[in-house]
């Protein structure tokens, strides 16, 4: 009745998500980020070490960042892990007892601990709206719209995206901020959000809602964007000259921010980003690359 074990999949791709049937608008003033059910016990059915669960959380983690640097609000899932029998009722016969037998890993995955301005929600089934005051929260904020990213796509995610539909709220899943139990079923999740119930977008575009607006990008989102990708424990001493590299950042990321400001038409190469790799340098060659763009740079 347990979850099995999960093997690895690749990470869906913004150029193979479904076919989408509205083209809703992600719109940052509207928007709250739903990160699901990245407790420990739902992650150790994964390889800790696939690239699987490197990239999710890598996603989820630089979208938290972006979203606290815009005033969008972060609110989790978690189940408890002391459910009683009445409360977990039919999840009983579905899943077993679940976290009532692992009580140690009902924390939040270290990458993604709540900070205090985020919002903690007791999950009680698959929908996060269920015996929750989501909706009443979403409504005082003044936002209707709900990015949605964790696991499993094609339960509590894909569930809580239908019921935010049928709540007349917008719901946004991030494909490659998901993960599911094979990659079948992943995209199950997706095809039938895009299909039914929302849009599924990528997180380089969730970053490019956050960052892009009519004042422009600035120092400071720039900032938050970078520093997101790091190891976070050696940023206590970190200088804007510092090589990057020596702070965790590897190629893919490089390959990953290289794509994501060609979407801003911003076109800058790996190898101009490699061989320049401190916060001050990168800025530089921002300012610079951007000075005939319609996207302003703002200190």
Known sequence: MSIPTIPSYPMPTADHFPQQKVTWALEP??????????????????????????????????IKAYCHAHGIPVVYTAQPKDQKPE???????????????????????DELTPGEQDTVLVKWRYSAFHRSNLQELMSNWGRDQLLIGGIYAHIGCMMTAVDAFMR?????????ALADF????????????????GRVISTNEVLLATSVSTSGLHYEQFKTQILSLLDEEDLDDFQADDELIDYGLDSIQIMNLVSQWKEMGVEISFQELASAATLNAWWDLLQTKMTTKQVDLVE
């Open 29 to 62: 003033n509207r928007a709250v980020f739903l990160i699901h059910d990245m407790q420990a016990y739902f992650l150790r059915f994964y390889d800790a070490d696939s690239e699987l669960i490197k990239t999710l959380k890598q996603n989820l983690s630089a």
């Open 87 to 109: 409360d977990r009722a039919l999840l009983n016969d579905m899943w077993g007892s679940g976290l009532n037998d692992f009580p140690e890993l009902q924390q939040v995955v």
């Open 168 to 176: 007349d709220i917008q719901p946004f899943m991030i494909g490659d």
């Open 182 to 197: 094979s990659e079948s079923e992943h995209y199950q999740a997706l095809t039938y959000t895009a299909g039914r119930a």
